[in-house]
């Protein structure tokens, strides 16, 4: 009995604390002032098409923002930056799936099922579905920035150098399943992305590692590997078809099909939600990013999905479970920014950077010292993945049709822009030098059967794994050992489960099920052939 007035007193504080964050509707008029308008409108459709030039990724998009912002007020220049955040990270699914040039890496995943669509001539449905989801995922992911950032906060200090290497470790995982017909290739793309991601100087001990030329010194700047990994083999093939390949028709997109893409995203919701799911809590943790947050629901989506063998192939599920990710991390990626000044993503670094210009600074009284400021930056998010959705919606039609130019004049435009995204990354030729390198590497590799997403996925997650095993083997050394460091604590213990669950389930899914499916149908062929004899 005595733990009924704690528990009512419990839930009377929870119920005054999201109410209390209803506070947000107060300021939403600001939003709707002329000029804050005009930013969030300029910044959404100017992020879209940032979004889709490959190698302009939502930290460059921020970055090149933030002198503007300069003689506007606080307000509105963090409108006009959070608007470009929330529409280019859904602006790169435009190339990923009309060209297989991911425009930024949170939409390597979109690729891998939206391009298979595009060739199909089901480029402006991809597009569709892509920013529907990306708008489900985006909105949800502010709602969560609105009602649980203090509860959030306090789970985000929870979060060591142990953890976050488990969690790299859980997303290598996914390596071999991912966007390839043989298990043992995947791993063995994702080993090269391991690999790869160990050239350059160590940034702890300050060794260099395989560094065959000078060009490598700084390592290998992922943008760079992405636009050369996905553009120049297309571009190979392309010049390899020449005018002799059929040009692919992209479908008209009627008024009706609007309707049409909002009841097919609404009858695959296990997609949806798992995408949005796991975008949420991935955006949370700091240093992740949406580039995980997209291959780890692409996944998940294909391991629980009863069509997991049309995966791949341009399967719709595939685009919904990775736009609503990598758009659901947006609004989490910013509850440590937001409460503790701890980026929760690289673009979401850059928009500290923003906040320090004005004289905002982050920390707990930030929604009360600077209420105004943040409550409507907060709601043009909001209003923005609306307007980000539906921009992009009404405009598939139209960027479909980029599928009716002939290959010679599409494949010199996607290399000009391969030339450009990877030298404006840091205005470096050797960075031109590696994208093609790699490029061409990865168009031998093809030919053999390899794919590109699981060496991107090595790439990307290289980095966090060696990083904070190193930090947290030299913190374990001076405690009580790594043993006790990386191996003890609930949090290690869950992520370690996770771990050897997902090895476990990949190589059932991808070795033992197949396996098993061969002995079946050669046992039904014998029996047939045992009847037919009769």
Not at 383 to 398: K, S, Y
């Amino acid at each position: 009995m005595a733990l009924r007035p704690r528990l009512r007193g419990g839930l009377n504080a929870v119920f005054w604390e999201l109410w209390s964050r209803m506070e947000f509707l107060t300021y939403m008029g600001a939003v709707f002032e002329p000029l804050s308008l005009a930013l969030l409108v300029g910044g959404t459709i100017g992020g879209l098409i940032l979004g889709a030039t490959p190698g302009l990724s939502p930290t460059m998009a921020v970055a090149l923002l933030i002198p503007f912002t300069f003689h506007l007020q606080p307000a509105q220049g963090l409108i006009l930056l959070g608007a470009a955040y929330t529409s280019t990270v859904a602006g790169g699914a435009v190339s990923a799936i009309l060209l297989k040039i991911p425009g930024a890496p949170a939409n390597i995943a979109t690729a891998i099922d939206g391009n298979a669509m595009a060739r199909k001539g089901e480029g402006a449905r991809a597009l569709q579905l892509s920013f529907l989801a990306s708008g489900v995922g985006g909105v949800f992911g502010v709602f969560v920035l609105i009602f649980l950032t203090p509860v959030l906060a306090k789970w985000v200090l929870a979060f060591s150098f142990p953890h976050l290497f488990w969690l790299a470790i859980l997303g290598v995982t996914i390596i071999g399943s991912l966007d390839t017909k043989s298990f043992v290739k995947g791993l063995l793309s994702g080993c090269i992305g391991l690999w790869l991601s160990t050239i350059g100087t160590d940034d702890i001990y300050g060794v260099p590692r395989f560094v065959f030329h000078d060009s490598l010194t700084g390592g290998i700047n992922i943008i760079a590997a992405l636009i050369g990994l996905f553009a120049i083999p297309q571009v190979l093939d392309m010049m390899a078809k020449g005018r002799s390949s059929a040009v692919i028709e992209a479908l008209e997109v009627p008024r009706h099909a609007i309707l049409s893409a909002v009841r097919e995203l609404i009858s695959r919701a296990r997609a949806l939600i798992l995408g949005t799911g796991i975008g949420t809590i991935i955006g949370i943790i700091p240093g992740v990013g949406g580039q995980v947050a997209g291959l780890v629901a692409y996944d998940q989506a294909q391991k629980f999905s009863p069509e997991r063998d049309k995966f791949g192939s341009g399967h719709p599920e595939g685009i919904i479970a990775a736009e609503s990710a990598n758009n659901a991390m947006v609004g989490p990626s910013l509850v440590p920014l937001l409460t503790l000044g701890i980026p929760g993503s690289p673009t979401a670094a850059v928009l500290l950077g923003g906040l320090l210009i004005h004289g905002i600074f982050p920390g707990p009284d930030l929604f009360t010292t600077h209420a105004a400021v943040t409550w409507t930056f907060i709601d043009s998010m909001l209003i923005g993945q609306i307007l980000m959705a539906t921009f992009g919606i009404l405009t598939a039609g139209i960027a479909a049709k980029i599928s009716r130019v002939p290959m010679p004049i599409m494949a010199a435009a996607v290399l000009i822009l391969a030339l450009f995204g990877s030298y404006s990354v840091q205005q470096s030729m050797g960075d031109v030098y590696v994208m093609l390198g790699l490029g061409l590497g990865m168009y031998g590799l093809q030919k053999f059967g390899f794919s590109a997403a699981p060496l991107v996925l090595g790439l990307i997650l290289g980095p966090i794994a060696a990083d904070n095993f190193q930090t947290g083997s030299m913190i374990a050394a001076a405690q009580n050992g790594p043993w006790v460091y990386f191996f003890t604590g609930w949090l290690n213990i869950l992520l370690i489960a996770m771990v050897l669950g997902s090895i476990a389930y990949s190589f059932w899914i991808n070795m033992i099920v197949p396996r098993r499916k061969a002995q079946a149908q050669k046992a039904q062929a014998q029996k047939a052939g045992g009847q037919g004899h009769d």
